[in-house]
């Protein structure tokens, strides 16, 4: 069934979302590492396993930080929900993800999600969705992370005033840095087979967009197979930085930026680039068989990493 596309702009921005309540556990942290290819490449990586076992007797397994971008997924308030926006849905495209890490993730937890619309902007033949989730404990009622989801709807466009496209942003403009990907040998590279399950396998997660199993779907949004969730991609390169960099450890994790730039295909290899600067490792990651960039995008860390590590 069609959708006749539409937007009225300050409904949109004035959009209130219902406060969203949910458990995770165990289970869902090791099923989400899996996803991202935790233990992909070798089933016991020492350096992994801890995201899916309790590893050496430890307590409890030890939670990615891009785990938290899975909890937008569970928001009452859909993208179709929002007052006064019409679109159709195999025609929307995850932009980009930027996310804040206020702590490191508890293995199980009861989460309440709060969200707002952090931008609007009027692209003539698209309009860019920007919507913010911050993510609380509930018991504690700390925060421990917040998503900003950059959503690029095609084919709904051209509602501003003559002469003047509408852009709404309601966030510090200067909060996300740009990527300059630098010219010299990079720092470390990672390569990753992901398996031709593996959309099949994250959507387990809470991302059940058809677009990544149904071959129908994908074809109507213009490719030949379900394509790879552009999260899992995102999950597979941070995984990584935090292997080279961090030497496994994940509170080292303070902000998370992607610009998901092209499609993966379930069963291509990827291979991401790191170059260290400082507290900050920018990537960038490409299909090895199509020799194209998918992603790229820069981790800042709590403290400057050594660069010989």
Not at 115 to 123: E, P
Not at 270 to 292: A, C, H, N, P, Y
């Amino acid at each position: 069934m069609s959708t006749i596309a539409s937007i009225d702009p300050e409904l949109v921005i004035s959009h209130k979302f219902r406060e969203t309540i949910f458990y995770y556990t165990e289970s869902d942290v090791a099923q989400y590492a899996l996803g991202v290819g935790a233990c992909g490449n070798d089933r016991d990586d020492e350096g992994e396993l801890g995201y899916v076992y309790h590893q050496n007797g430890q307590q409890f397994i030890k939670v990615l930080p891009t785990f938290g971008a899975i909890f937008v997924y569970r928001n009452r308030d859909k993208f179709s929900d929002i007052s006064g926006l019409k679109f159709d849905p195999n025609l929307l495209l995850h932009g980009q993800q930027y996310m804040e890490l206020y702590k490191p993730l508890p293995s199980r937890c009861c989460i309440v999600n709060k969200q707002v619309v952090a931008g609007l902007h009027d692209k003539g033949k698209a309009t860019i969705l920007e919507i913010e989730t911050t993510s609380y404990d509930k018991v504690s009622g700390e925060a421990l992370c917040m998503n900003r989801n950059t959503i690029f709807l095609r084919g709904v466009g051209g509602f501003s005033k003559p002469g003047q496209l509408f852009s709404y942003t309601n966030y510090p403009r200067d909060q996300v840095s740009p990527i300059i990907i630098p010219k010299c040998e990079p720092s470390s590279i990672c390569e990753d087979v992901t398996q031709k399950s593996q959309a099949l396998l994250y959507r387990l997660s809470g991302d059940y967009n058809p677009i990544h199993s149904d071959p129908k779907i994908s074809s109507i949004a213009g490719f030949d197979r379900p394509i790879l969730h552009g999260l899992c991609t995102y999950g597979f390169a941070v995984r990584a930085i935090i292997k080279y960099f961090c030497l496994g450890d994940i509170s080292s994790v303070k902000t998370i930026f992607g610009r998901f730039l092209l499609h993966v295909f379930p069963g291509e290899t990827l291979i991401t680039e790191m170059w260290l600067v400082g507290s900050r490792v920018i990537f960038q990651t490409k299909v090895k068989e199509r020799d194209q960039a998918v992603l790229s995008g820069y981790v800042c860390l709590h403290r400057s990493i050594n660069s010989s590590l």
